[in-house]
């Protein structure tokens, strides 16, 4: 029933995104017709990239634009692919003023117009959901409830709401309402894809993402004086978008999938840098205690509530499944970092 015939074109939203260029790139260079959503198509430089990875390999790329927000918006790029691939949604870990307006409208709407259009399509067979690890716990101190002391695929975000963490609660919320849409119906399989923090080199100069911009604020020396015990789950983006891959075609992909590389943390950014770069960037060497973190941490826009649950404190995911069951073979968090930094400085980004 979920054989998919490789010949028809894979929509993929947010083309231009981050992990989405990722995602389109590798079905590109496996000779797949992509159909990727932007924004605008007169944006143009936002997509070049992609078409530029079109030309150079044997895959072709056909850009349409759409927008989560508008009702129907989808419906005639979903119709005769067999794979969807859903990542647009906005992660705004800081800065956020309008959390209904800013993540949760568009996180939820946008994931029900995507499930819209694909109701209409009869030819979906499989459709693929970016979700995040945010989904499955919001704090670090969610931990603390799990009785075996690491997260699986069965855990679920209890902790966050629209005041606190609204980013993992509007991906908590999309990811819901994708599982309840999924299960109304029998002819189409929903596959989501749960990341960590993630990082590694982006495929195009855009400074928009969370993870570019934290990695520059390290190798422009805001952090030099140290960080907070931030202890997370992280992730290469070119793991991440082998897993939507192997979702996708994988005939047994089914249900949800931890991708997590192994424990990241603020700390062990810095010395990754440190490590392939000696004394070229004023990076920290240490943790700032936890009562340093409570004066300072308003100042990078984490509430009291946030460095309470969180820093400090362990978290540990458990990545069997996504390796078992999707074949990933994760690279070191040392490379993801490293290898991210040798973009930036490629692109002059720093």
């Given at each position: 029933?979920?054989?998919?015939?490789?010949?028809?074109?894979?929509?993929?939203?947010?083309?231009?995104?981050?992990?989405?260029?990722?995602?389109?790139?590798?079905?590109?260079?496996?000779?797949?017709?992509?159909?990727?959503?932007?924004?605008?198509?007169?944006?143009?430089?936002?997509?070049?990239?992609?078409?530029?990875?079109?030309?150079?390999?044997?895959?072709?790329?056909?850009?349409?634009?759409?927008?989560?927000?508008?009702?129907?918006a989808?419906?005639?790029a979903?119709?005769?692919?067999?794979?969807?691939i859903?990542?647009?949604?906005?992660?705004?870990?800081?800065?956020?003023?309008?959390?209904?307006?800013?993540?949760?409208?568009?996180?939820?709407?946008?994931?029900?117009?995507?499930?819209?259009?694909?109701?209409?399509?009869?030819?979906?067979?499989?459709?693929?959901?970016?979700?995040?690890?945010?989904?499955?716990?919001?704090?670090?101190?969610?931990?603390?409830?799990?009785?075996?002391?690491?997260?699986?695929?069965?855990?679920?975000?209890?902790?966050?709401?629209?005041?606190?963490?609204?980013?993992?609660?509007?991906?908590?919320?999309?990811?819901?309402?994708?599982?309840?849409?999924?299960?109304?119906?029998?002819?189409?399989?929903?596959?989501?894809?749960?990341?960590?923090?993630?990082?590694?080199?982006?495929?195009?100069?855009?400074?928009?993402?969370?993870?570019?911009?934290?990695?520059?604020d390290?190798?422009?020396?805001?952090?030099?004086?140290?960080?907070?015990?931030?202890?997370?789950?992280?992730?290469?983006?070119?793991?991440?978008?082998?897993?939507?891959?192997?979702?996708?075609?994988?005939?047994?992909?089914?249900?949800?999938?931890?991708?997590?590389?192994?424990?990241?943390?603020?700390?062990?950014?810095?010395?990754?840098?440190?490590?392939?770069?000696?004394?070229r960037?004023?990076?920290?060497?240490?943790?700032?205690?936890?009562?340093l973190?409570?004066?300072?941490?308003?100042?990078?826009?984490?509430?009291?509530?946030?460095?309470a649950?969180?820093?400090?404190?362990?978290?540990?995911?458990d990545?069997?499944?996504?390796?078992?069951?999707?074949?990933?073979?994760y690279?070191?968090?040392?490379?993801?970092?490293?290898?991210?930094?040798?973009?930036?400085?490629?692109?002059?980004?720093?």
């Amino acid at each position: 029933m979920f054989t998919i015939d490789k010949t028809k074109p894979v929509l993929v939203t947010g083309a231009s995104g981050y992990v989405a260029s990722w995602i389109v790139k590798q079905l590109l260079d496996q000779g797949y017709t992509v159909r990727g959503t932007v924004r605008s198509l007169e944006a143009k430089d936002r997509y070049r990239h992609l078409e530029r990875a079109a030309a150079a390999g044997p895959g072709s790329f056909q850009p349409v634009a759409a927008d989560l927000l508008v009702k129907g918006a989808f419906d005639a790029a979903a119709q005769g692919c067999e794979v969807v691939i859903h990542t647009a949604s906005p992660f705004l870990g800081v800065g956020v003023e309008d959390p209904q307006r800013q993540l949760i409208e568009p996180a939820l709407a946008g994931t029900l117009n995507v499930l819209d259009a694909v109701q209409k399509a009869g030819s979906v067979k499989k459709v693929v959901l970016t979700s995040s690890i945010a989904a499955i716990c919001g704090d670090n101190a969610d931990l603390q409830r799990i009785p075996q002391g690491i997260f699986t695929e069965a855990d679920w975000n209890e902790s966050s709401s629209a005041r606190h963490q609204p980013y993992p609660y509007s991906k908590t919320l999309a990811e819901r309402a994708a599982w309840t849409v999924a299960q109304g119906q029998d002819r189409w399989r929903l596959v989501t894809i749960n990341p960590g923090f993630v990082m590694g080199p982006s495929l195009s100069p855009r400074v928009d993402s969370t993870s570019i911009a934290t990695l520059r604020d390290f190798l422009r020396g805001r952090f030099a004086w140290g960080v907070p015990a931030l202890a997370f789950g992280a992730v290469d983006v070119r793991d991440v978008a082998a897993a939507h891959l192997a979702a996708a075609f994988r005939a047994d992909a089914e249900g949800r999938h931890i991708v997590v590389s192994e424990g990241g943390s603020l700390l062990g950014i810095a010395q990754a840098i440190e490590q392939r770069f000696p004394g070229r960037y004023k990076l920290p060497r240490r943790t700032l205690p936890k009562a340093l973190a409570y004066v300072a941490g308003p100042g990078f826009g984490l509430s009291w509530r946030f460095i309470a649950r969180n820093i400090g404190l362990p978290v540990a995911f458990d990545n069997t499944k996504s390796q078992t069951r999707l074949g990933l073979r994760y690279l070191p968090f040392a490379q993801t970092i490293q290898d991210h930094v040798e973009q930036l400085l490629a692109d002059g980004l720093v």
